[in-house]
């Protein structure tokens, strides 16, 4: 019977997590410097072991956390990796957590005490350990979650412009779409708010800025609404 615990093979458990950003053009991730060996100096996922008192989201908003001064911040569980020499110091499974978060919020002092810094997914550095792998995952799932949910918002300011909003899925996707349709297709879902401020740095006319109502998209959820792009 398994009922000896004293007798199992303990294992470390760690949490990454693959943070994205948007600055409007590009889609960004955040990566630290690792200041510890092994693989000391290369580039890294921000991570962290789990604590005998948190559950794993636990853990993941205490890291998060840690790195950027946020709270609430969006974030999805991805995927585990148990490869047994994933890890060269000891036998650790980590469970992958990817987050979307302003980067106009995050602490900026925090970011420069963990060496950290944006880089464009596409031109990101290589990362230690199957942290790249993480990477992939995390992209891919972003893809699929942003055709179906309207996540993409928690990447935008409160106010934005529509085309910050169609330069946002491009950059996920990783595509160029239609101007015309795009905008047709969102004002066809009808989950944002046309504000009467403009936007005056993009053109001398300026660019109505919109906002996403989220009270209305739960509201058409329940009423059998299927968000698309």
Not at 77 to 101: H, N
Not at 102 to 122: D, G, M, P, Q, T
Request: charged share 35%; hydrophobic share 35%; glycine share 4%.
């Amino acid at each position: 019977m398994l009922n000896s615990y004293s007798k199992e093979d303990k294992v470390l458990l760690a949490v990454d997590c693959i943070i994205f950003g948007f600055d409007n053009e590009e889609l960004k991730i955040l990566l630290i410097k690792r200041d510890f060996k092994p693989e000391k100096g290369k580039w890294s996922l921000m991570g962290g072991f789990l604590k005998q008192n948190e559950t794993l989201d636990d853990s993941a908003n205490r890291i998060l956390h840690t790195l950027t001064g946020i709270n609430n911040i969006y974030m999805e569980q991805l995927y585990g990796f148990s490869k047994i020499d994933r890890d060269p110091v000891e036998r650790t499974i980590s469970v992958a957590y990817y987050a979307l978060i302003n980067i106009e919020e995050h602490n900026e002092e925090l970011i420069e005490k963990y060496s950290a810094r944006w880089f464009n997914v596409k031109e990101a550095p290589k990362l230690i350990f199957d942290h790249d792998q993480m990477v992939n995952h995390a992209i891919r799932r972003l893809r699929y979650r942003t055709s179906n949910k309207p996540i993409g918002f928690e990447l935008l300011p409160e106010k934005f412009t529509m085309r910050q909003l169609q330069k946002l899925y491009e950059a996920i996707l990783d595509e160029e779409l239609d101007k015309r349709n795009f905008i047709n297709k969102i004002n066809s879902l009808d989950i944002l708010v046309k504000l009467k401020e403009k936007d005056m740095t993009s053109s001398r006319k300026g660019s109505y800025l919109y906002r996403f109502d989220k009270d209305k998209y739960d509201k058409k959820v329940e009423d059998g609404f299927t968000f698309k792009i």
